[in-house]
């Protein structure tokens, strides 16, 4: 055979990094401890309720006190209150009854 069909040339070694198990596309997740969230509050008892419900989410939160600056809990507020994916009754088949109740086909009546 010739060595026309064969690959002439150096394999490329595998990075270094690969074989350890790092991953270069890894994307770091709010509430965790690299990334904590950042929420001002105004009161010593609204900080304590901020513990809490970060708490029972299992975040983790920097909070400051600080009664000057205006209340900012957004970042949490957002990762609590995820949205619901919204989901809607299937349209009927053409010869089935009308939802109105006309008692008409569908085709006849509002389709």
Same mark, same amino acid.
């Given at each position: 055979m010739s060595d026309k069909f064969f690959f002439k040339g150096k394999k490329e070694k595998k990075p270094k990094?690969?074989?350890?198990?790092f991953n270069?596309? /890894?994307a770091v997740k709010a509430g965790t401890e690299e990334l904590p969230l950042q929420?001002?509050?105004?009161? &010593?008892? /609204?900080?304590e309720e901020i513990k809490a419900l970060a708490k029972e989410h299992d975040l983790i939160t920097e909070i400051t006190v600080d009664a000057k600056q205006t209340e900012n809990t957004t970042e =949490?507020?957002? =990762?609590?209150?995820?949205p619901?994916? $919204? /989901?809607? &009754?299937? $349209?009927?088949a053409r010869n089935e009854p009308c939802v109105c109740g006309s008692g008409k086909k569908y085709k006849k009546c509002c389709g």
């Amino acid at each position: 055979m010739s060595d026309k069909f064969f690959f002439k040339g150096k394999k490329e070694k595998k990075p270094k990094h690969s074989s350890y198990g790092f991953n270069t596309k /890894r994307a770091v997740k709010a509430g965790t401890e690299e990334l904590p969230l950042q929420v001002v509050v105004n009161t &010593e008892a /609204r900080a304590e309720e901020i513990k809490a419900l970060a708490k029972e989410h299992d975040l983790i939160t920097e909070i400051t006190v600080d009664a000057k600056q205006t209340e900012n809990t957004t970042e =949490l507020d957002v =990762l609590i209150n995820k949205p619901v994916t $919204t /989901r809607f &009754e299937k $349209t009927p088949a053409r010869n089935e009854p009308c939802v109105c109740g006309s008692g008409k086909k569908y085709k006849k009546c509002c389709g």
